[in-house]
């Protein structure tokens, strides 16, 4: 496998956060990963972004800035930037709820996800929008178990963060019920 | 069992679990993660940590705690490396060991934040005055920065001398799985240099650099030469891939040789027979990694971020035997592996 993933989206919006629980999934299936985050004048409101590889075989590069498998848009400056960096056949996860255009490619498939209105609305908590975006890639990954998830939730956000764990796993878990392809 | 580690993180524990017992630094991007981890980490395992009023203040404190006999670390990023040069000299002139961490950004002045490599020069001929050297690592994962740290601290022990272990900013900020696996610490007589005490011993230990005799200085001079004499010959570090049958070689290290290891793939599925070469020490330099090549080999082209340093040092090993080509980038921007392979089927295309 050669997973190759960019997350993009305004700074605060954690799409930093979401790559590292990805790169931690494959990590603890035994397979290599790198996280590897823009960074320069970063600042909340700001864009930032973050590519994630997994791959059963050595990580050359760890930028993806070409060849992505799969990008994840929290917001449409990101779609502008990113969309061209899918694959051929990859696929784009959008944040409908802020993402208003639909994709220009005809050759890159698209998830969408109203992720942000569905964290304010039902779950009521605009800080887990990113965890709906992870639900929606999940659905292309159905082989990663609840359990699975909530270990990583567990060692990313440790103890202090405990109560929240609930939270993000039905955030996750909407995004999963409600993405569509 | 590995761990998903910050490079910055990473090299951070690596020390701690060294047994590093002294942190002095000053703040610069983008390396706050390391004085920022040791700042919580430092007095959890009994060491110390100060954040010094200037990267000048922080060299002289490693100067202090190293003539103490303690296991000593400082880390900055290039304009900070560049104040902290005169202070190496004095360390490597008093013959103190230390591990100093250079996460390289762009310059040159205050440049910019993003990655680079211009900083080869600033640490393998350094900035600092007199005749020195100092062993330089440049790991190109974070499982290799982890085990080079603690390679560093002994290797600076052994032959009481600073060491530096050079990442550029990419490397400090990615995260990848890593374990930090203990290596076996050298055994330092500190007895034999530091200023510890005089129990138990005749004489004092005196630790300094000056000395106003014309023959008693070279004679110091000509025993540091024999230190970086015993260095060359049995610290050098680098990987190759170069098989006999290769036409090309690529030569990169740190980030920059994942993204030329990508276009060697590419390459050698063009057809084009390439190998590579990593010096993992900057210095002492891998020279016989050039010197050795099979005779296939047409063209060697270096890979970096920066306007060409090291490609002087590849120059310099093969001493006009084969071209040596360079390609770089430079003020953060990081070429892609398609780039490096456009570069090499120019040369590859000219040869012909």
Redesign the interface.
């Known amino acids: 496998m050669n997973e190759r993933i960019l997350i993009a989206g305004f700074g605060g919006q954690g799409a930093l956060t979401a790559g590292?629980l990805i790169?931690?999934l494959y990590?603890n299936r035994g397979v290599?990963?790198?996280?590897?985050?823009s960074?320069?004048?970063e600042m909340r409101g700001g864009t930032a972004n973050c590519s994630v590889i997994a791959s059963d075989g050595?990580?050359?590069?760890?930028?993806v800035?070409?060849n992505a498998g799969i990008v994840m848009a929290l917001n449409s400056p990101s779609l502008d930037k990113f969309e061209p960096v899918a694959a051929p056949g990859g696929t784009v996860i959008l944040n409908t709820s802020i993402v208003t255009r639909g994709l220009k490619r005809g050759d890159v498939k698209s998830i969408k996800i109203d992720a942000s209105n569905i964290a304010v609305n039902e779950l009521k908590n605009i800080k887990v929008a990113n965890m709906v975006m992870l639900g929606a890639y999940l659905t292309l990954h159905p082989e990663f178990t609840d359990d699975e998830i909530e270990r990583v939730l567990n060692?990313r956000f440790g103890a202090k963060a405990a109560a929240l764990i609930p939270l993000n796993m039905k955030a996750i878990a909407s995004g999963k019920a409600n993405a569509a392809r | 069992m590995?761990?998903?580690m910050k490079g910055n993180e990473a090299v951070s524990a690596a020390a701690i679990a060294a047994g590093c017992k002294a942190f002095f630094g000053y703040p610069i991007t983008?390396q706050n993660e390391i004085p920022e981890y040791m700042s919580a980490k430092m007095a959890e395992s009994g060491g110390v940590f100060v954040q010094a009023e200037s990267e000048i203040a922080a060299i002289n404190m490693i100067y202090g705690g190293a003539a103490a006999g303690a296991r000593v670390m400082t880390s900055s990023s290039s304009p900070g490396i560049a104040l902290k040069q005169e202070g190496i000299s004095y360390l490597c002139a008093a013959r103190l060991p230390c591990l100093i961490v250079s996460v390289m950004r762009c310059g040159p002045g205050l440049g910019g934040?993003?990655p680079s490599q211009a900083d080869y020069f600033q640490a393998t001929r350094g900035g600092g005055n007199g005749d020195y050297n100092t062993p330089v690592y440049a790991p190109n994962s974070i499982q290799e920065a982890t085990d080079l740290v603690q390679k560093a601290f002994n290797v600076a022990e052994q032959y009481r001398t600073p060491v530096m272990v050079v990442m550029d900013?990419?490397l400090g900020?990615?995260?990848?799985?890593a374990e930090i696996k203990p290596i076996p610490r050298f055994k330092n007589d500190t007895d034999k240099y530091a200023t510890n005490g005089e129990s138990g011993r005749r004489g004092r230990n005196i630790v300094n650099s000056l000395n106003l005799q014309a023959a008693a200085l070279e004679q110091s001079n000509l025993r540091l030469a024999e230190v970086y004499k015993e260095i060359i010959k049995n610290e050098v570090m680098y990987e190759s891939t170069v098989e006999d049958g290769d036409e090309l070689v690529i030569a990169a290290y740190g980030?920059p040789s994942?993204?030329a290891?990508?276009a060697v793939?590419e390459l050698r599925a063009r057809g084009i027979k390439t190998g590579l070469i990593r010096p993992v020490t900057l210095w002492p330099f891998p020279d016989l990694a050039f010197q050795s090549l099979p005779s296939s080999v047409k063209n060697v082209l270096v890979c970096e971020l920066s306007m060409g340093q090291m490609v002087q040092d590849v120059r310099l090993a093969l001493n006009g035997k084969l071209p040596v080509h360079f390609y770089g980038r430079t003020g953060?921007v990081?070429f892609?592996?398609?780039e490096i392979v456009e570069k090499a089927l120019e040369i590859a295309g000219g040869g012909q």
């Not at chain 1, 290599?32 to 985050?37: A, E, G, K, R």
């Not at chain 1, 050595?58 to 930028?63: E, F, L, N, Q």
């Open positions: 590292q790169a931690s990590l290599n990963v790198t996280w590897m985050p960074y320069g004048a050595v990580i050359g590069s760890p930028i800035s070409a060692d | 590995k761990t998903l983008p934040i993003l900013g990419l900020q990615m995260m990848e799985p980030t994942r993204i290891q990508n793939a953060g990081i892609e592996p398609e």
